[in-house]
């Protein structure tokens, strides 16, 4: 009987009924991220679970054609296969987010109360928008009723909890949570359209002629230097090009941040046969000698640059393989889109359109939760205006 289901929380993506036949996606925005093969590569490399601080505590959900919704049902659905599913994850901090909600827990602290384990509901260290409820597509047409489900659990969970928080959802996904009483955040990230381009010198036409020289220059300072620039996907993609891509993002992460990076080096070691379709790796050399490495993402709904490492510092050699590689890639592949990452209002002048993204927030205790409210309602008017303000420094001819 459609719109009844029985639900459990879980700590493990193994512990569920998930196969080669199971066919969990999203019904909107899809990504190479919002996919059981990626949780279960974060989970299988250790990248989430107690250490990191990014405990799966899973929402499950199965199709329940005989009685009432349920949740804690976890006996009767132990060999069922899942019909839905949300990556929900207990945090016991705010890092590896890149939606910044430090404030609240401090004004928790401040109040002698605890912030800390919160529950999220987003891809770990992966700011990409992309719908949250994985559903099989034979019960597709029932998605309203499986969120209406999952919320109803959630709030009855969040008791244990501080506050509940979907991260880098679709726009359709947050106007529905919205009305259900959540309060959206709304920030901006930097994107590639690609307008059916045919080549990088077809998308260079659209823009100024002072922009497109200073891009040209760019570039050809990359070839002068006597710099390499690859990319390589599929079986080009051997073990000894990802442990040169680990090193460099190892590196670079040393020397920012005084860690070796969110995901570990398993991570790595198993992401080509995990997601051989889905990475691509551009891989700078000078003389033999590797310099610099990047590693995106990509499927039919676009390219997604996500890590970035040097060797040696080279001018414009972040620009070539991070943002030109990836539009020349785009391009070449007709994916509609690229993402290269979070923050950067250098992209603004190549090419990458202002983008809002989404999230949606509740917090258990009503006086915190009105005082979330209100800030998100005084926030929304600056983000408003620095969309206009970064939109009006695209560097495209008139039309």
């Known amino acids: 009987m459609p719109g009844r289901f029985s639900g459990r929380f879980c700590s493990s993506l193994f512990d569920v009924s998930l196969d080669a036949s199971s066919n969990l996606q999203s019904d909107v925005l899809n990504t190479p991220f919002n996919t059981i093969e990626f949780l279960k590569l974060l989970e299988d490399s250790q990248s989430v679970g107690k250490e990191t601080g990014w405990l799966p505590h899973y929402f499950v959900i199965f199709a329940n054609e005989h009685g009432d919704n349920e949740t804690d049902n976890e006996a009767s659905n132990a060999t069922k296969k899942p019909c839905a599913l949300l990556p929900i994850y207990q945090k016991e901090h705010s890092y590896g987010e890149y939606v910044f909600d430090h404030s609240w827990a401090n004004a928790f602290y401040q109040h002698g109360l605890d912030y800390y384990p919160k529950l999220l509901c987003a891809l770990p260290f992966t700011p990409v928008s992309a719908g949250k409820l994985l559903i099989d597509t034979q019960h597709a047409v029932a998605a309203e009723d499986i969120w209406l489900f999952a919320l109803d659990a959630i709030w009855r969970e969040l008791s244990n909890y501080s506050s509940m928080h979907f991260l880098f959802m679709s726009d359709t996904q947050a106007e529905f949570l919205e009305n259900k009483g959540y309060h959206i955040r709304r920030s901006i990230q930097f994107v ?55 090193y460099c993002y190892q590196r670079t992460y040393m020397k920012r941040s005084g860690h070796s990076g969110y995901l570990t080096r398993q991570f790595f070691d198993m992401l080509k046969d995990a997601m051989n379709g889905s990475v691509m790796i551009v891989k700078a050399s000078n003389a033999g000698r590797l310099i610099a490495s990047a590693l995106f993402f990509y499927d039919d709904s676009g390219l997604y640059g996500r890590y970035w490492g040097a060797l040696e510092e080279v001018s414009g050699l972040h620009f070539e393989c991070c943002y030109y590689q990836g539009i020349e890639f785009a391009i070449e592949n007709n994916l509609p889109i690229f993402n290269p990452g979070t923050q950067g209002e250098h992209k603004i002048l190549r090419g990458f359109t202002p983008t809002y993204c989404y999230s949606a927030h509740k917090l258990h205790r009503q006086d915190f939760d009105a005082a979330v409210a209100d800030f998100t309602k005084k926030e929304a008017p600056h983000i408003d205006n620095y969309m206009r303000e970064t939109t009006a420094l695209l560097p495209f001819k008139q039309a």
């Open 192 to 246: 590639f359209y690609n307008n059916a381009f045919v080549s990088f010198d077809d998308f260079l036409s659209t823009l100024k002629s002072r922009k497109r020289k200073s891009i040209t220059k760019e570039r050809k300072q990359i070839a002068d230097a006597g710099v390499i620039v690859e990319r390589l996907v599929g079986s080009d993609i051997t073990e000894e090009v990802m442990q040169e891509f680990y």
